[in-house]
């Protein structure tokens, strides 16, 4: 399911909190209210395909094989991912430690 729905035109994303890139982790991350969700939290990811697969609960079927290819043929790969946080989730706890936030 799209996680912010087809209502473009009337869509903000708030970025209450920012992980920055971290070598070891391979991996940075944010925590963001998006209106079109009415103001639902989410955790969003980006990083190294191999670090954050074990991140994923739905990965398509060829997700390892497709980002090797793609790396075998020396394009950069990078993985994307969200996951809605749960509504107890305060504001300020949306900056609590990455761990937390986005793993």
């Known amino acids: 399911k799209p996680v912010l729905g087809g ?3 009337a869509l903000t994303v708030k ?3 920012r992980h920055h890139f971290k070598s070891a982790l391979k991996r940075m ?3 963001a209210a998006v209106s ?3 103001g639902a ?3 969003f990811v980006k990083g190294a395909p191999e670090a954050l697969a074990a991140m994923f609960v739905d990965a398509p079927a060829d997700y390892e094989r497709t980002y090797r290819r793609f790396a075998c043929e020396g394009k950069r790969v990078l993985a994307l991912g969200h ?3 749960p509504r107890a989730v305060s504001t ?3 900056a609590r ?3 937390r936030a986005d793993g």
């Open 7 to 9: 209502a473009a035109a």
């Open 36 to 38: 079109a969700r009415r």
């Open 15 to 17: 970025i209450l909190h």
């Open 41 to 43: 939290l989410f955790a």
């Open 29 to 31: 991350s944010c925590v």
């Open 92 to 94: 300020p706890a949306a």
């Open 83 to 85: 996951r809605e946080l």
């Open 97 to 99: 430690p990455r761990g």
